[in-house]
T-cell receptor, first 114, second 115 residues
Framework: GNSVTQMEGPVTLSEEAFLTINCTYT??????LFWYVQYPGEGLQLLLK?????DKGSNKGFEATYRKETTSFHLEKGSVQVSDSAVYFC?????????????FGTGTRLQVTL | DTGVSQDPRHKITKRGQNVTFRCDPI?????LYWYRQTLGQGPEFLTY????????KSRLLSDRFSAERPKGSFSTLEIQRTEQGDSAMYLC?????????????FGPGTRLLVL
């Protein structure tokens, strides 16, 4: 079945540091890939997505590239801010014509300090 | 477009009681999903609807759980005879079915605590 593996947290960075959160997946065919962010006490917000190999999703300074050859979708940001502190979830949805539910990783908590 | 809404936001109940949660999707979204999230974990799929038809149910969804979407708009999730293990955040998401470009948008969740 489909699965997502994320690097364990927490990740603690100083403001303006470079961020990488690793995400790899297992799925047949070409799934769609997503990053969601969850702020304390809130639901999930879509951060970015990519639907085919070599696509780059980007939003609010965050980027992730869909790498089919390494089955990865790592999240990066060049300069983090305190307001980026949250839990980040990598997720996949199976290829078109298969299950439409999302499969999530366990989440990576990011804490950014001044 | 007001986003996905869920009610209540918090629910405390005693073991053995029944609870019902409501989800109102983004208008005109034809798919609606329920997920459960426990502390420190990612959301896990429970069930989903396309219009009023329930198309898939997870094995996580025991006989005590039932979900409906009677008119293809809002949905309810009922848990009968709650157990302490049911304590979790229950998340609802909605989407417009469009193949690989489908994107699910989540509500704020209902946090359930079973005492």
């Amino acid at each position: 079945g489909n699965s997502v593996t994320q690097m364990e947290g927490p990740v603690t960075l100083s403001e303006e540091a470079f961020l990488t959160i690793n995400c790899t997946y297992t799925a047949t065919g070409y799934p769609s890939l997503f990053w969601y962010v969850q702020y304390p006490g809130e639901g999930l917000q879509l951060l970015l997505k990519a639907t085919k190999a070599d696509d780059k999703g980007s939003n609010k300074g965050f980027e992730a590239t869909y790498r089919k050859e390494t089955t990865s979708f790592h999240l990066e940001k060049g300069s983090v801010q305190v307001s980026d502190s949250a839990v980040y979830f990598c997720a996949l949805r199976g290829a078109a014509g298969t299950a439409s539910k999302l499969t999530f990783g366990t989440g990576t908590r990011l804490q950014v300090t001044l | 477009d007001t986003g996905v809404s869920q009610d209540p936001r918090h629910k405390i109940t005693k073991r053995g009681q029944n609870v019902t949660f409501r989800c109102d999707p983004i208008s005109e979204h034809n798919r609606l999903y329920w997920y459960r999230q426990t502390l420190g974990q990612g959301p896990e799929f429970l069930t989903y609807f396309q219009n009023e038809a329930q198309l898939e149910k997870s094995r996580l969804l025991s006989d005590r759980f039932s979900a409906e979407r009677p008119k293809g708009s809002f949905s309810t999730l009922e848990i009968q005879r709650t157990e302490q293990g049911d304590s979790a955040m229950y998340l609802c998401a909605s989407s417009l079915a469009k193949g690989a470009r489908e994107t699910q948008y989540f509500g704020p969740g209902t946090r359930l605590l079973v005492l």
